[in-house]
């Protein structure tokens, strides 16, 4: 996928913008607040439908205005997002309406790479979860669907639980909901990250040579169970906290090096490289899979790695033959890390300069 045309109205810090992007490298500069984020930003909403930086979507409408609209054309769609202060979303897909964001965020594959997502490798297990989601999302189409009738039973059965109220016989009815959707969601998790994990091994070995990186997915309950077991074995305790505690909603990904959790095992500079690597290693098998690229969106780079693995990243990103967006300082910082010249943008003051 590629954007041949960017254009952003009351977006952040930028009034009216519309910049028409490189198929393949493009550098966007600019010192400290001048909108490069913002701009990586506006991308990544299309493909998520979400910010990636905290604070609500009216943080994302200029201050001086009462909505922002971005409108993307790639070389097969075009795609409009609009939100208004007053909450309302309108989503148009080839000059319809569409209601869905999943639909818009289908055909927008986009990875991430800022200086928070060492995070993924750091903190609690749903920006795990939220990596392979990302990846089953976009190989697997049924488990979306499956997704939300799982999210939608949860709640259910939670609110359930909460009021004391239901029934065995009621309880039973939506553990066999749950398990029946959550054993799908499981399955699609399992199937994918088996796919990625020897993208993951390959991606790994040329950036951190002498660590065996491996990854296991942890279901979310103790696997020599069934969920519908577990499920049923936990319901005591579940009705006493009032919610559902074992679950696909509770699953993670391990990640080990050389069999210990990396987070034990690897400095803070070889974290951002590896996550790097699962990033690389993602976009890689997302193109080998529906034969077309992601975007990558990489902000502050030079702040990331040193210069070898900024080179080996830039050297891995050319390979992919992705449309990349990435920001630095200065221009300096980074086109001599890619061999063909990137195509440059200045961002300055609200506007941007080709
Ligand atoms: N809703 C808004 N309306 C107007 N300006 C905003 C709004 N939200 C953020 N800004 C401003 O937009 C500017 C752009 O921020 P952004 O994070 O994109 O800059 P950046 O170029 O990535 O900076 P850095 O190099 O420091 O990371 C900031 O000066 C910020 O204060």
Redesign the pocket.
């Given at each position: 996928m590629f954007i041949n045309s960017l254009n952003l109205s009351h977006f952040?810090?930028f009034q009216e913008v519309a910049i028409s992007p490189d198929r393949h490298i493009n550098l966007i500069t600019?010192?400290?607040?001048?909108?490069?984020?913002?701009?990586l930003?506006a991308i990544y909403l299309l493909g998520f439908g979400r910010s990636f930086r905290p604070g609500g979507f009216r943080?994302?409408?200029?201050?001086s205005a009462e909505q922002f609209t971005i409108f993307c054309r790639t070389e097969n769609h075009s795609i409009g997002v609009r939100r208004t202060t007053a909450g309302e979303q309108t989503l148009r897909l080839n000059n319809t309406n569409a209601t869905k964001m999943s639909e818009v965020a289908r055909l927008v594959p986009v990875q991430l790479l800022t200086p928070e997502s060492v995070d993924i490798l750091l903190e609690g297990p749903s920006l795990r979860r939220q990596f392979l989601d990302w990846g089953v999302f976009h190989v697997e189409h049924s488990f979306y669907r499956n997704w939300v009738s799982y999210t939608q039973i949860l709640k259910q059965r939670n609110s359930l639980l909460k009021q004391y109220s239901a029934s065995a016989n009621q309880d039973k009815y939506w553990v066999e909901q749950l398990s029946h959707y959550g054993e799908l969601i499981t399955v699609s998790r399992e199937n994918y990250l088996k796919e990625l994990a020897d993208y993951i091994q390959e991606l790994a070995k040329s950036f951190l040579s002498n660590v065996t990186i491996e990854v296991r997915l942890k279901k979310g309950w103790d696997s020599t169970q069934s969920l519908f077991s577990a499920l049923e074995s936990h319901t005591d305790k579940d009705k006493k906290y009032g919610f559902t505690s074992v679950g696909p909603h509770k699953a993670d990904i391990k990640i080990l090096a050389d069999g210990v959790d990396v987070k034990h095992r690897l400095s803070r500079g070889q974290l951002k490289v590896l996550v790097s690597a699962l990033k690389l290693a993602q976009g890689k098998h997302f193109q080998t899979m529906k034969n077309e690229s992601c975007v990558y969106l990489v902000?502050?780079l030079t702040s990331e790695l040193d210069a070898e693995n900024q080179r080996l990243f830039c050297q891995q990103l050319e390979q992919l033959d992705a449309q990349v967006f990435v920001?630095a300082?200065t221009g300096k910082q980074l086109s001599d890390k890619f061999q063909k010249s990137p195509k440059m943008f200045h961002?300055e003051h609200g506007a941007i300069n080709e």
């Open positions: 952040r810090n600019g010192s400290n607040g001048s909108g490069k984020t913002s701009l930003e943080q994302l409408i200029n201050e902000d502050d920001t300082i961002v």
